[in-house]
């Protein structure tokens, strides 16, 4: 995408209220698009973008959430930028996918976190599960976030560009303040390395999103766990226990920051408890028949 292309696009992109990552991630996908025909997207034909979503759909055979994010950050430019408007954009769709996520029990998430060797890492991993977050909230969280007296973690510009609280569990504000008199960053929870001498501390930035990624992946192969799980699996798992737990559904989709209860609603079906009464009631149904 040429340099005067690319800042309209992200400034329209501003314009329209969209988040840094999300404004990050369209650019991105219109950035492949450009690659895959060696052109600039303003170019690019309505036959060539029909041929393009396919290209992903058939032979990438691109998940159903990568498909979207292409979509939609396509249609933004061609529609809102270019002010071009074709049937394709309002043809392609993604396939809903209606997997369940996989969820660790309680020990399985002892047992991972367990084998991450890194401190920073291991404490970010254990902040992620302790609070329910996405892995963004998490390395970008600051020392600031922390309110110790009100024992509240907050999470600034979640998902939609929202602000939350999450509880800060005790044992976890310990592991933290741990960190912190290893590190002593005035800024970021997670610093990238320690503040030497005469470094500026504002010079060191937090850790990074694939770093964390690295440490958890390593740690899930250590662990003998064999599941498809990424450090997302852990926030899964964090609803869950609560909804074991028999926390009502309408906080825990506070705490997660969901816009809709029916995005918290998976986790009704990953709890035995909440089918507990089903599961009952089936067991004396089928033993009546022999």
């Not at 759909?57 to 691109?62: A, G, L």
């Not at 990074?208 to 498809?228: D, M, P, T, Y």
Request: some cysteine; overall charge positive.
């Amino acid at each position: 995408m040429s340099s005067p292309l690319r800042q309209q696009y992200i400034e329209d992109l501003q314009l329209h209220g969209l988040s840094q990552r999300t404004q990050e991630i369209y650019v991105i996908a219109v950035k492949q698009l450009a690659l895959h025909y060696r052109k600039s997207p303003d170019q690019v034909t309505e036959e060539e973008l029909r041929a393009y979503f396919l290209y992903l759909k058939n032979v990438r055979k691109v998940s159903s959430s990568t498909f979207t994010i292409a979509i939609c950050a396509i249609k933004f430019l061609f529609e809102r930028t270019l002010h071009q408007k074709w049937v394709i954009l309002d043809l392609a769709r993604a396939a809903k996918e209606k997997k369940l996520p996989t969820v660790f029990s309680m020990d399985e998430v002892r047992t991972v976190l367990g084998c991450v060797r890194d401190q920073r890492y291991q404490a970010c991993l254990h902040t992620i599960y302790a609070c329910g977050l996405r892995i963004q909230e998490g390395v970008h969280l600051q020392v600031g976030d922390i309110d110790s007296q009100r024992m509240l973690v907050h999470v600034h510009q979640g998902k939609g560009s929202k602000d939350r609280y999450v509880p800060l569990p005790e044992s976890l504000l310990v592991m933290l303040r741990r960190l912190w008199s290893s590190y002593r960053h005035p800024l970021w929870l997670f610093p990238i390395c320690r503040v030497s001498a005469g470094t500026p501390a504002d010079s060191i930035g937090h850790i990074q999103v694939r770093g964390v990624q690295r440490a958890f992946n390593a740690a899930l192969i250590e662990s003998g766990i064999h599941k498809e799980a990424t450090v997302h699996t852990l926030r899964h798992s964090w609803a869950t226990h609560l909804l074991e737990a028999g926390i009502n559904l309408r906080v825990i989709q506070a705490y997660l920051g969901h816009a809709s209860p029916r995005t918290t609603m998976v986790y009704t079906h990953l709890t035995p408890q909440a089918e507990g009464p089903a599961v009952q009631a089936i067991n004396q149904m089928v033993s009546s028949l022999w």
